[in-house]
């Protein structure tokens, strides 16, 4: 994983200082193991590049990196198939080696089809003055641009930040394909076209992802001086996913499982699925290509070859190399014990398992006196250390301790390191304006607050390892973050799908599920991957590993959940007999339950607020405190 970014202006002045500077501290926060910046300049335009590296793979490769021809290449990403990299390859020289062998902009995109894992990429032409870039399919790498109303200069980078003086702001690179500038074409007739390769369907042209929304918005908010094109020579790229199952079930098909759950969802409630044979093959399926997945994402790290089993049991500061969001929801679990298939058995787990205070223990300490971040942070985590049942015994809590001793019981010879993460409303607070805000920026509402900040008190991993005996302060080490992102949106565990089925049926929650896959890059995974990758750790999305994905879009919705089963049951039904598959049992009937209600960070602070609200606690940074609060060009 890493920080990049590019800074482009086709005027004589030279690009800000300041502003290299600030977006310099940004991104080495994604990528604090080695850092490089290059500039390319001639009389009609300016570049200049950094590449902030977090090593997780092969040898250590400093960005950007640069070919004979004066080409260059930044990678933010991970090839988890499709472009063969060895176990002690670094895939950014391996994608680079390729790139450079492209003779053509259809050897390009045939290029970025085949590739499976999370990336996003720029990519400098500099025979042909142009600049590729984009993200993978589903949008689990961020990448943002900006356009200045000065000069005619733009950026592109991992993250971004507040500008004032400006009407045009950081914006998300739609997950649309990838685009191409020609920078000498635009330097002399002072327009931006970007031009771009579509993704498209391997079944056909009738499936073409629309794009025509994606169009109207992107010309709704680039300024006058650039625009949106198709490319010429009507590329496109592979979408590396089959298509939706859209199949309505015929008439002998029975949906309705009311006659297997008359009560309460029980063990038993769920075996008696299992005793039909088709039914017990497809649950076998998806632990398998699940478990594929996973393992993919916890054994591409560097681990300590040289030391023998018995050394790393006696090793008494052998730390995690993997930490997982930990609820104790089904989700989690899952992914849990899948992860511990792979990584090696002398190695930790860290279970990164976040509460905020109770809404009225906040209230009174905030009475108390104000506190600086890290002083608060002390005091609170040593009061729940102290009681954490009357601070944060909120549901994830309570769901995270019961998830750990199930888990103990399934593999006892793990070392499972439970990490409670307590937040008091001061450090929430003092975090979000000045650390989280412009992470969670250019998404704005109240739900991307809410889980924008979770997520980042999560994954930072400061916490408290609790174990029988004791509670001690616990730091977690952790490169890579597991997350069950994609598991709600593709098996109908959202209420707003039950509500759809029960109102609609199965056809329009078919249209809700494709919605939800077409939307995730914009909605979360833009977001999820700035705010975890300001800790120097990298995001890892199971769910939404290709294989996953196709397997489960060519199942019918049938049987992938039930919604006329009650909670706890019939949402994410196919994940739920997996569970029970690998040996999970209570969690395998716990309903789903939102990870900001969960944490019990929604409505810490306001209780009348709707998710879809525009949450004015993201403005709170002022903007003349931001180094990148500067335009490009002075």
């Not at 990403?77 to 670094?90: L, P, R, S, Y």
């Not at 330097?187 to 109207?216: E, I, N, Y």
């Not at 038993?268 to 290509?289: N, P, W, Y």
């Amino acid at each position: 994983m890493c920080g990049i970014g590019c800074l482009v202006s086709f005027s004589v002045e030279h690009l800000s200082k300041d502003l290299k500077e600030g977006l310099l501290s940004n991104l080495k926060r994604r990528g604090p193991d080695c850092s490089k910046q290059l500039s390319r300049s001639n009389t009609h335009y300016q570049c200049f590049f950094s590449g902030h590296v977090l090593h997780l793979r092969g040898a250590v490769t400093a960005q950007p990196v640069e070919d004979e021809r004066g080409d260059m290449f930044l990678w933010n990403g991970e090839v988890f198939g499709g472009v063969q990299v060895e176990a002690e390859e670094n895939d950014t020289q391996v994608m680079f080696h390729f790139l450079s062998a492209c003779k053509s902009d259809s050897d390009i995109t045939s290029l970025f089809s085949e590739v499976r894992g999370p990336w996003s990429f720029i990519y400098y032409q500099a025979s042909r003055h142009c600049l590729w870039f984009g993200r993978d399919f589903f949008g689990r790498r961020s990448l943002l641009w900006h356009f200045s109303d000065l000069h005619g200069s733009f950026c592109l980078a991992s993250v971004g930040g507040q500008i004032p003086g400006g009407t045009h702001l950081w914006q998300e690179v739609p997950a649309s394909g990838i685009f191409r500038i020609d920078l000498m074409s635009a330097s002399v007739s002072g327009h931006v076209v970007l031009r771009l390769c579509p993704w498209r369907s391997v079944s056909g042209a009738h499936a073409l992802r629309d794009q025509s929304g994606t169009m109207a918005y992107l010309k709704a908010d680039l300024p006058p001086w650039v625009s949106v094109e198709a490319n010429e020579a009507s590329l496109y790229l592979r979408e590396p996913v089959v298509p939706l199952n859209m199949m309505s079930p015929q008439a002998q098909v029975a949906v309705d499982g009311s006659g297997l759950a008359s009560g309460p969802p029980t063990k038993e409630t769920l075996q008696a699925f299992l005793r039909d044979g088709h039914t017990k093959q497809a649950v076998q399926q998806f632990i398998e290509v699940l478990s594929t997945a996973v393992k993919k994402r916890v054994l591409c790290l560097p681990r300590d070859k040289n030391m023998t089993p018995s050394e790393v049991f006696q090793a008494s500061d052998k730390k995690a190399n993997v930490a997982i969001l930990f609820s104790g929801g089904i989700d989690s679990m899952v992914l849990a014990a899948l992860a511990d298939r792979h990584i090696p058995l002398e190695e930790p787990i860290d279970l990164l398992n976040v509460a905020f205070m109770m809404r009225e223990t906040a209230s009174d300490q905030r009475k108390e006196k104000q506190k600086n971040c890290s002083k608060n942070f002390s005091e609170s985590a040593n009061a729940a250390a102290a009681n954490p049942e009357k601070q944060f015994n909120v549901p994830d809590r309570i769901t995270g301790r019961a998830g750990l001793k199930e888990l103990q019981t399934v593999s006892p010879s793990r070392i499972w390191n439970f990490i409670e993460i307590n937040v008091s409303l001061e450090e929430l607070q003092e975090l979000r304006s000045s650390r989280i805000c412009h992470l969670i920026q250019p998404l704005d509402t109240v739900l991307d607050d809410s889980i924008g900040c979770a997520v980042w008190f999560a994954s930072r991993g400061a916490g408290w390892l609790v174990t029988q005996d004791e509670a001690q302060p616990y730091q977690s080490t952790a490169k890579v973050i597991i997350t069950g992102i994609g598991a709600d949106e593709q098996l109908a565990g959202y209420s707003r799908h039950r509500v759809c089925f029960q109102t609609r049926g199965l056809e329009a929650l078919n249209k809700e599920i494709k919605m939800e896959i077409g939307r995730i890059s914009s909605r979360n995974l833009g977001r999820d991957d700035r705010v975890i990758g300001d800790h120097g750790k990298e995001a890892r999305f199971p769910f939404l590993d290709e294989n996953v994905v196709s397997f489960l879009n060519s199942l019918p919705i049938w049987e992938k959940a039930n919604l006329t089963l009650p909670r706890g049951l019939g949402e994410k039904l196919l994940l739920r007999l997996a569970a029970l598959e690998l040996g999970l049992t209570a969690s395998a009937l716990l309903p789903k339950r939102a990870m900001q209600f969960g944490s019990r960070i929604a409505k810490m602070e306001k209780k009348n607020e709707k998710s879809s609200d525009k949450c004015g606690r993201l403005q709170l940074v002022p903007l003349e405190n931001l180094s990148l609060g500067k335009e490009i060009i002075q």
